[in-house]
């Protein structure tokens, strides 16, 4: 399709066929220190949530303390930037493997930090039938209604802490894999027009 000029004449339809990644995030490439600092960061986040939180009983009962500590477990941390970033610049580099295995350390990392905050669903999930219809019928909890009744709904099928942890590790190997196959697919397939 052409677009009209003042004087009638039919120029090219511009279209920009490239993320702009550096734009969007901030950082000049993959091995951009900002990256490796931001991730250090994240981690420090999420060790600092847990730390708060593990230790204390009180938000499983009281909906304010529960609040409070759902506001800050939903907040992102540093390290989703460097992730994100990471994973569009692989679908736009499929074939870069220094890229990949940034990537996957990178993950690595932050699954591992994660980890130390698989007790907070866990244990909210547990929690007696009579809190969790307090909870869902708590003002202050509203935004997190949905959430909650999800997860007391589904606590039937989640096991230990060791065996989430386990199933984690090995999860994101087998789902990885999957989506970095799909992806190499897709993205050396053409199509003739």
């Known amino acids: 399709m052409a677009k009209k000029t003042k004087d009638k004449t039919e120029q090219p339809l511009v279209i920009k066929t490239e993320w702009d990644l550096r734009g969007i995030f901030g950082y000049e490439d ?11 960061k994240g981690i420090r986040q999420i060790k600092a949530f847990a730390k708060k939180w593990s230790n204390r009983d009180d938000w499983l009962t009281d909906p304010k303390v529960l609040k409070e500590a759902l506001d800050e477990y939903e907040v992102s941390t540093a390290a989703d930037s460097p992730i994100y970033f990471l994973y569009m610049l692989e679908d736009v580099n499929l074939s870069n493997t220094d890229i990949k295995g940034k990537l996957q350390k990178i993950s690595d990392e932050i699954s591992k930090a994660a980890e130390q905050m698989y007790f907070f669903s866990l244990r909210l999930e547990k929690v007696d039938k009579k809190i969790q219809k307090k909870f869902l019928k708590a003002a202050e909890l509203g935004k997190y209604h949905h959430w909650l009744k999800d997860l007391f709904e589904h606590a039937k099928y989640s096991l230990s802490e060791a065996e989430e942890k386990i199933l984690s590790r090995t999860f994101s190997t087998r789902s990885e894999l999957w989506v970095s196959s799909l992806g190499k697919e897709l993205g050396t397939s053409t199509i003739e027009y």
């Open 30 to 40: 993959f091995n951009d220190p900002k990256i490796d600092k931001d991730v250090k």
